[in-house]
T-cell receptor, first 112, second 112 residues
Framework: NAGVTQTPKFHILKTGQSMTLQCAQD?????LSWYRQDPGMGLRRIHY???????DKGEVPDGYNVSRSNTEDFPLRLESAAPSQTSVYFC???????????FGPGTRLTVT | SQKIEQNSEALNIQEGKTATLTCNYT??????LQWYRQDPGRGPVFLLL?????KEKRKERLKVTFDTTLKQSLFHITASQPADSATYLC???????????FGSGTRLLVRP
């Protein structure tokens, strides 16, 4: 099992450009989340999904969209990137909260 | 206001000693508390979960305590090793709001 995979590992985007961060898990977990991690701050949840077809906003959802068409994939879309979205993004999966989450390796995104 | 606090200063200890990390919170009523380890450039890795009605949990050299009166969790690593050097994150799970809130982490350095 690969666990949780994320692509790309690094990316530089210009302000106003769009991109999709990819997340995939092969553990048949229902619950997937996207987090961002900024220096001096804890991981903050952006969006989450409890099952295919069901998504909901986390604590910092503005500027991001998600979709969940199947169990495995949970892409995060930035429609019009802003410098404030410069961060490290993690995808995490679990059978259900509050039990252990498995995190991907992260995507380091810089918006110039 | 609601806060979760972990010591932002690195904890520097000698190999073989016990490391103790603190997680304090204010104005939260967590039903569960989790601890994760994060190495530079990697995603967090789950270590332990403790419920509000549990005082202590152990796993190998790790021990977690949870005091809901003091609103504090302590994370201990006994017989510490240089390989234990990492950042340790605590996270609170709130049943009422279905939220998992992360602290910003404490960096542990174990000197050989």
């Amino acid at each position: 099992n690969a666990g949780v995979t994320q692509t790309p590992k690094f990316h530089i985007l210009k302000t106003g450009q769009s991109m999709t961060l990819q997340c995939a898990q092969d553990m048949n977990h229902g619950y997937l989340s996207w987090y961002r991690q900024d220096p001096g701050m804890g991981l903050r949840r952006i969006h989450y999904s409890v099952a295919a077809g069901i998504t909901d906003k986390g604590e910092v959802p503005d500027g991001y969209n998600v979709s969940r068409s199947n169990t495995e994939d949970f892409p995060l879309r930035l429609e019009s990137a802003a410098p404030s979205q410069t961060s490290v993004y993690f995808c995490a999966s679990t059978l259900r909260l509050p039990y252990e989450q498995y995190f991907g390796p992260g995507t380091r995104l810089t918006v110039t | 206001s609601q806060k979760i606090e972990q010591n932002s200063e690195a904890l520097n200890i000698q190999e073989g000693k016990t490391a103790t990390l603190t997680c304090n919170y204010t104005n939260y009523s967590p039903a569960y508390l989790q601890w994760y380890r994060q190495d530079p450039g990697r995603g967090p890795v789950f270590l332990l979960l403790i419920r509000e009605n549990e005082k202590e949990k152990r796993k190998e050299r790790l021990k977690v305590t949870f005091d809901t009166t003091l609103k504090q969790s302590l994370f201990h690593i006994t017989a510490s090793q240089p390989a234990d050097s990492a950042t340790y994150l605590c996270a609170l799970w709130m049943d009422s709001s279905y939220k998992l809130i992360f602290g910003s982490g404490t960096r542990l350095l174990v000197r050989p």
